[in-house]
């Protein structure tokens, strides 16, 4: 997968269906008519028609298991027929250009890394690491000798983790990988990296958050003695042809709730979007989502709940990043 630079932020507008902006209350960009604001707004109404199944009562689990060997998954990469196969696709909107991603559709798995901001402040390049981290685990599954090989996420970021502290990596990083194993999704992350896996429209399983307190969250560095691999969270769940996985930095779930992402998606999937345009959509919005200042996101909510700060409000502007996979039959 080619990482996908944004270019511009009129292109984002001109991305970003109107349709969106009416559903999710923002207007900033939009400076249509009002009868254009009317069929916009209609627009929205016909996509994110409510569910008229039962979904809405499943529960949104969370089921992580800070146990690696939790996982029935192999440490060493497994050569296997293919039950079900990944089509990808990712953008990335930088702020600081401090994230980085990966994906290899052919071996079905994707990754994320968010470089810790801090560090930018004491002359480090804070890149650093969350760079390191996605080269080597994506040299470490391009170099498998055998076409298709399944990787476990856990040890896949545990091998990139030893090789990036190896060359002594300045920085530190919040990092997550999910991969198709069979017909099995796992995962593994640490810090507030992380996943949304959705099913028929509805958020089927979400990562939480690994964090010391607001707006510190584990992260992986060079230090032994500092958080390590086998504090991330793993866990996994059997997929299904048509599921779709959202891997994304905090810059996109800091900024759009839970029940957008099941809005955005519903919408893309019916208007036919492809994993690429899915990943555009999305991290455009998170990015105008962003700089709003008149709109609640989950880091403004949760900063009131967890800081006290009553008139906390608005986005949290930030490097985005957003891989999609949609979970699709074998290529034969
Ligand atoms: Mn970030």
């Given at each position: ?8 932020m009129?292109?984002f507008d001109?991305?970003i269906?109107?349709?969106l902006r009416?559903?999710f209350?923002i207007y900033r960009a939009s ?224 900024n759009v ?27 455009g919005f998170a990015c105008e989502a962003a700089g709003c200042?008149?709109r ?19 986005g ?17």
């Open positions: 997968m080619e990482k996908h630079m944004a270019e511009t009129i292109e001109r991305r269906p109107d349709a009416a559903a209350g400076r249509r008519t009002t009868g254009q604001q009317d069929d916009a707004a209609n627009l929205a109404a016909v996509l994110l028609a409510p569910l008229d199944d039962d979904g809405a009562s499943d529960p949104i689990t969370s089921d992580c298991d800070k146990n690696p060997m939790a996982m029935d998954c192999a440490s060493d990469p497994i050569a296997m027929g293919c039950d079900l196969a990944m089509e990808l696709g990712s953008c990335y909107i930088k702020k600081h250009d401090e994230d980085d991603h990966f994906g290899h559709a052919e071996a079905c798995v994707i990754g994320v890394a968010d470089g810790v901001g801090g560090y930018r402040s004491q002359g480090v390049d804070a890149s650093a690491f969350s760079r390191g981290l996605m080269n080597n685990a994506y040299a470490e599954v391009a170099k498998a000798p055998v076409p298709g090989t399944r990787f476990c996420p856990r040890a896949l970021l545990e091998r990139a983790h030893q090789m990036t502290a190896a060359a002594h990596t300045p920085g530190a990083s919040t990092a997550a990988i999910v991969s198709l194993v069979g017909s099995t999704l796992k995962w593994a992350f640490v810090g507030d990296s992380g996943f949304a896996v959705l099913r028929g429209g509805r958020i089927l399983r979400r990562s939480p958050t690994q964090q010391h307190y607001f707006n510190c969250p584990y992260q992986l560095s060079s230090r032994q003695d500092r958080t390590r691999v086998a504090d991330a969270l793993v866990g996994e769940v059997a997929a299904k042809e048509g599921d779709i996985v959202i891997l994304g930095t905090d810059g996109l779930f800091d709730f839970d029940d957008e992402i099941e809005g955005i998606v519903r919408m893309g999937t019916t208007l036919g979007f492809a994993p690429l345009n899915m990943a555009e959509v999305l991290a200042d008149y609640d996101s989950p880091y403004s909510y949760l900063g009131r709940r967890q800081l006290g700060k009553s008139l906390m409000t608005g949290k502007p930030d490097d985005i990043t957003v891989v999609v996979a949609y979970i699709v039959p074998p290529k034969i």
